[in-house]
């Protein structure tokens, strides 16, 4: 089996994800009245939090998938490593495009 592009792994979930929020959303009633919620109140969902839950559903989903992409930012910046020969090679670059620039007539 070929492998999916990254593009097309994302609307392949992307198109996955609407058709069964549009299933639920057709079918609500029966959602709202499925019997291990209707006859207890083990999960603490009333009829109406499902239906803002589904309602909302796609909204949920793009504010968690922000929420998760801000904070794998912030922890790869947070444990960013030092590179020390890199530092060491492009303070020598600064130095030499700094000469050029004195012999091209820049003063620093």
Not at 8 to 32: E, N, P, R
Request: aromatic share 12%; glycine share 6%.
């Amino acid at each position: 089996m070929a492998e999916l592009l990254r593009y097309q792994l994302f609307l392949s979930i992307g198109i996955l994800f609407l058709a069964i929020w549009k299933t639920g959303l057709t079918h609500l009633d029966s959602i709202k009245s499925w019997p291990p919620l209707a006859a207890t109140n083990l999960v603490g969902m009333t009829p109406s939090t499902i239906e803002v839950l589904v309602t909302y559903l796609p909204i949920w989903a793009i504010v968690t998938l922000g929420m998760y992409a801000l904070f794998s930012v912030l922890y790869r910046v947070a444990t960013f490593g030092d590179c020390p020969e890199a530092a060491e090679e492009l303070s020598r670059q600064i130095v030499g495009a700094k000469e050029k620039l004195k012999a091209a007539g820049f003063a620093f």
